[in-house]
């Protein structure tokens, strides 16, 4: 099921694309980020298939990362909403030098 | 039970779920609302769960189900409820028409390119027998296969994620901290 | 792990052999220990002179232009350093101890007579693809007894520097510097691979340029550590580019790999002379051997202790050590053979003639060094690995000797001269003259290494060169060098010559170390009358280490007896080395041991002796130091004195083929056409700056505005919204998957 489970990560990865081209709101970005996180992690499954449990191991540590991740990224959001009272990023260019 | 003892069960149900994660992702993304979102991506990650059990991954999917759906995104959600940003000017954060397009265009090229790259010819030097992993959690469990590697091999990557967590905490913790002049003032 | 297993079966594995990393770590022990100290830069004044102030030791005039511009002047301030007491100790303690350790493997080894090498791999070092280079050490006959010298004469030397150096301010630094050395020279002697021995033979190269440059407030001695390493890169190119060859023709790097597929090149084919060439290359850099012996003289800017241990008794010997070393590549290559013996030949002459004119006292020592190197190449260039492994030895005794004697002999002036406030030149011999009287133990062992280097029957020089220069001159019939040609000349007549060209050197040797002791230790003293009261020898932390070297001097031909003069064992040295030299010495003279007949080997002894003698009584004949007159007097030189006394102008001659176009080519060409010219031409087009004075009052019509675009359209990039940064990530990935597709 190699080949189809990477066509069904490739499809999900795109949609990930998608939502963090063409949305503004910040959270929802970051869920975008978290489905790509997620289409990837399929990829390795698939392959621990056939490559050996090492895949497997890997998206183990991918979901840890994920984890604090997440934390650190609400972290910054909330912060961000507290700072400026919107997570609307067509709003905020503090990248800007 | 594992995919080479019922093996139709199994691709039947990939495919299923498989489908659901795609539909689910698609409502995700089109959502305005995002505990709508949200909730349309607990759904994909409920179905890539079952994927993974497909794959013979059973204690990932586990684990998908308990840290992604369980936990992260009960904290998205939280976060969502707590910054309550369920009113107007927030809702219409999509842009516009244009945008979405140029977005979708860009998206398909990219998808074309994936589909094109992942049709490379794969290694086979290193391909194992078939349903290695499979024999495998039949024959020690869902654990066991992947438990050994993980304490051995790459145990110092998994102590390294201890620290990675501690972090990860104490970032969370400074930065959602109020600050104390802003408090006084 | 093949290694491993080789090394488990050998016979000196679990001995004390196997506790050889031992040996150079030590050393690097105390570098790191002095280096912490040196960090420190608290000093308080030395007891020797509590009132003076720096000032008045480096006042200006203490030194003056000499000659080339450099000189080893060893004036410093008597300010010693806080943690000196200490310094003293880890300093020489750790050579002590490293010596110890060698003895040790040394007895070992001797009672294990194991013939095959002893490798102690540590750890893979570069495992790239076929190259495998492991950190490893090989224990051999050669190796061992490379260790010996450098840990015996580094242990002497050291220890003469405690009574040397101590009252400078930089004295850990020094020792830091000194230890750092011999670390690097026992990783260059014990390394079992040739990159291991690059490490060593740079890291040498780096404490020279340091310990050269050690009073580095003198531009001049800055400047002649920056030659000594420039110069040494040439010869670096040319080992970098023979290890280069090695792997692509041998596919093998360390020792014994090479060793065991040199066999299948083609024998004096073009590849093995090549790689042979290019090893001398980076020899004649390391060894100071024509054309690339210029920074040696230069070198003796540094400490006096430096040049002894560094510029005389090892790291100048290291090029001999690599071709002994590579002895079985070189005995493939009878042209590139025949190239070192002529190079070694021409450089012994041609360094001692200019010895012959030079005033600085260790000035006179460097060139005979030079001329010395010669001999040796002589020696390993004609097969004879044994004999020119043994003249290195004999000459790190009584060179180390000379040296150190000279530091004796610099020290007293100095402290003389700084007693009453002279501003002379402490190591012109000019000034000296008549020390016997005040340095009665320095002048008799100087004699000794004065006859020892003259080639004076029984002490260590006579042995050693009369060993070189027989093999030399019975190497010019029968051997392959013989059969082989350089340059259409057929090498026996290459051997001749340079029998002849040594014969030469050997007597203006007697000459040129006669005329030194004669100008610095007989006739009148002209120092000066104050100065002369003040003249006393070293203390005996100096003298100590002199003797040793003295005793060496005299009897260190027993190492190796010549079958003619059955005084005690015969070729002792010869036999130790046999296992790693003797297959190749035989391959040279085409597997027949060489018997001279007694009577032709008593005529070559008669003769170089009857050349001895005949120099040291002519200078002493025709030198009248009684005549000689101080510095600051002193006729210039004319005619061919004059040329003798500039070293032939070949610096100068350096100078204006390679420096000046070099200088010329970056000023004209690169700076005024090109940077000037160019590209601010092109930048003027563009740009109107206010203080342009090339073009004032000129305006151009597009004044600024193309960089101005560019900055324009770059700042639009950097809108600060995350949205736009997304999009720019994702067309380049689409970018970089697109050249993935369309390959």
Known sequence: MLAESLFFSAVLFTIGVVGVLTRRNAIIIFMCVELMLNAVNLTFIAFAQVYGVAGQIFVFFVMTVAAAEAAVGLAIIIALFRHRQTVNLSNINLLKG | MTHNELPLFYVFNFYLFGLVAIVSALAFVTRRSPVAAAMWLVSVMFSLAAMYVMLDAQFIGTMQVLVYAGAIMVVFLFVIMLLNLGHASELADARGLWWKLAGGGASLALLAQIFAVTRAKLPEAFLLPENTIANQVTRDGAIAPLAGPLFHEYLLAFEVTSVLLLAAVVGAVVLGKRKERAHAR | ?743
Request: aromatic fraction near 12%.
């Open chain 3, 1 to 743: 792990m093949m290694l491993l297993q080789e090394a488990g079966a050998h016979p000196l594995s679990g001995t004390v052999a196997s506790y050889v990393w031992l040996l150079p770590l030590l050393p690097l022990l105390g570098f790191v220990l002095n280096g912490l100290l040196s960090l420190v830069a608290a000093v308080r004044l030395g007891p020797v002179d509590p009132g003076a102030s720096h000032a008045d030791a480096r006042a200006p005039g203490a030194h003056d232009a000499n000659g080339g511009g450099v000189h080893g002047d060893d004036h410093h301030p008597v300010a010693r350093h806080r943690y000196a007491a200490l310094t003293s100790l880890i300093g020489p303690g750790m050579l002590v101890l490293s010596f110890l350790l060698a003895t040790a493997i040394f007895l070992a080894m001797r009672a294990a007579g194991a013939h095959e090498p002893f490798v102690q791999r540590y750890f893979s070092w570069m495992p790239v693809g076929d190259l495998q280079i492991d950190a490893a050490f090989q224990l051999d006959q050669l190796s061992i007894l490379m260790v010996m010298i450098i840990t015996g004469v580094g242990t002497l030397i050291h220890i003469f520097s405690v009574g040397y150096m101590v009252d400078d301010p930089g004295y850990p630094r020094y020792f830091a510097y000194l230890n750092l050395f011999v670390f690097f020279m026992l990783v260059l002697v014990l390394g079992a691979s040739y990159p291991l021995m690059f490490v060593g033979w740079e890291g040498v190269g780096l404490c020279s340029y340091l310990l050269i440059g050690f009073w580095f407030s003198e531009k001049a001695n800055a400047d002649a550590g920056k030659k000594a390493f420039i110069v040494n890169r040439i010869g670096d190119f040319g080992f970098l580019i023979a290890m280069f060859m090695l792997f692509a023709n041998v596919g093998k790097l360390d020792f014994i790999g090479v060793n065991a597929a040199a066999a299948s090149l083609p024998f004096a084919g073009v590849v093995v002379t090549t790689i042979c060439l290019f090893l001398f290359l980076g020899c004649a850099g390391k060894s100071a051997q024509i054309p690339l012996y210029v920074w040696l003289p230069d070198a003796m800017a540094g400490p006096t202790p430096v040049s002894a241990l560094i510029h005389a008794a090892t790291m100048v010997a290291a090029g001999v050590y690599l071709i002994a070393r590579s002895n079985v590549l070189f005995a493939m290559a009878p042209t590139a053979g025949l190239v070192v013996v002529l190079v070694g030949a021409v450089t012994a002459i041609f360094a001692a003639s200019i010895g012959l004119k030079q005033w600085d006292i260790k000035k006179v020592l460097a060139y005979s060094t030079v001329s010395q190197l010669g001999y040796m190449f002589m020696g390993v260039g004609t097969g004879a690995y044994a004999a020119g492994v043994f003249h290195l030895m004999t000459h790190a005794f009584f060179k180390a000797l000379l040296f150190l004697g000279s530091g004796s002999v610099i020290y007293a002036m100095h402290a003389a001269y700084h007693h009453t406030g002279n501003h002379d030149d402490a190591q012109d011999m000019r000034n000296m003259g008549g020390l016997k009287a005040f340095l009665p133990i320095t002048w008799v062992l100087m004699w000794i290494a004065t006859l020892a280097i003259s080639g004076i029957p029984p002490f260590a020089g006579f042995f050693s060169k009369d060993a070189i220069l027989g093999a030399v001159h019975s190497h010019h019939e029968g051997s392959t060098l013989d059969s082989a040609t350089l340059l259409g000349i057929p090498g026996g007549a290459i051997l001749m010559l340079s029998y002849v060209l040594g014969l030469a050197a050997a007597f203006m040797t007697a000459v040129y170390m006669t005329r030194m002791m004669l100008y610095t230790f007989h006739g009148p003293n002209r120092s000066g009358e104050k100065e002369r009261e003040h003249l006393r020898e070293a203390p005996w932390s100096m003298t100590g280490p002199l003797v040793v070297l003295g005793a060496l001097s005299a009897f260190g031909g027993w190492f190796n007896l010549p079958a003619l003069l059955p005084l005690g064992p015969i070729g002792a040295l010869d036999r130790w080395l046999d296992p790693v030299v003797g297959e190749s010495t035989l391959r040279i003279t085409n597997g027949v041991a060489v018997e001279t007949p007694a009577s032709t080997e008593w005529l070559l002894v008669g003769i170089a002796v009857a050349i001895a003698a005949a120099g040291i009584a002519l200078a002493f004949a025709r030198l009248k130091p009684a005549s000689l007159v101080p510095k600051k007097d002193a006729p210039a030189e004319h005619g061919f004195e004059r040329v003798l006394a500039n070293k032939y102008f070949v610096d100068e001659a350096y100078d204006a083929v390679i420096v000046e176009p070099v200088l010329a080519t970056s000023r004209g060409l690169l700076w005024r056409g090109l940077d000037v010219g160019i590209i601010d031409g092109i930048t003027r087009l563009f740009i109107q700056s206010k203080d342009d004075d090339s073009a004032p009052g000129t305006t151009v019509p597009m004044g600024g505005l193309l960089p101005r675009a560019i900055g324009w359209m770059g700042s639009q990039l950097q809108s600060g919204l995350v949205g736009t940064y997304a999009w720019v990530l994702v067309v380049g990935v689409l970018f970089v998957l697109g050249a993935f597709t369309f390959r």
